[in-house]
């Protein structure tokens, strides 16, 4: 789980990477340990299997749940991650489940 995590981040810190259309490259941002830990407490893996994965998660756009489950799906039989369904659930959390195909 936290090997998941840990991964995301990455990919999260690399996405902050980008370059212009005339060569020079942008400005590189990293996530701080307190990012860091404000996206560790707000998601949670539900339920995992070869198939899918659905993350429980609150103040975190959906796109940043799509990176976690693109590195699970990936390690799991090399497939991609698909997004299946968005429920709303208690205390104004969500639930997505990624599929892998």
Same mark, same amino acid.
């Given at each position: 789980?936290?090997?998941?995590?840990?991964?995301?981040? @990455?990919?999260?810190?690399?996405?902050?990477?980008?370059?212009?259309?005339?060569?020079?490259?942008?400005?590189? /941002?990293?996530?701080?340990?307190?990012?860091?830990?404000?996206?560790? #407490?707000?998601?949670? &893996? &539900?339920?995992?299997?070869?198939?899918? &994965?659905?993350?429980? *998660? #609150?103040? @975190?756009?959906?796109?940043?749940?799509?990176?976690?489950?693109? @590195? *699970?799906?990936?390690?799991?039989?090399? #497939? #991609?991650?698909?997004?299946? /369904?968005?429920?709303?659930?208690?205390?104004?959390?969500?639930?997505?489940?990624? &599929?892998?195909?």
């Amino acid at each position: 789980m936290k090997k998941i995590f840990g991964l995301g981040l @990455i990919f999260l810190s690399l996405a902050g990477c980008a370059y212009f259309s005339d060569g020079e490259k942008a400005e590189y /941002t990293e996530l701080t340990s307190a990012e860091y830990s404000d996206f560790a #407490k707000n998601v949670t &893996v &539900v339920k995992q299997t070869e198939n899918f &994965v659905e993350y429980e *998660y #609150k103040n @975190i756009r959906v796109d940043d749940m799509a990176v976690l489950a693109a @590195i *699970y799906c990936h390690e799991h039989n090399h #497939k #991609k991650a698909y997004l299946d /369904t968005i429920q709303l659930y208690h205390n104004n959390s969500r639930r997505a489940r990624f &599929v892998c195909r």
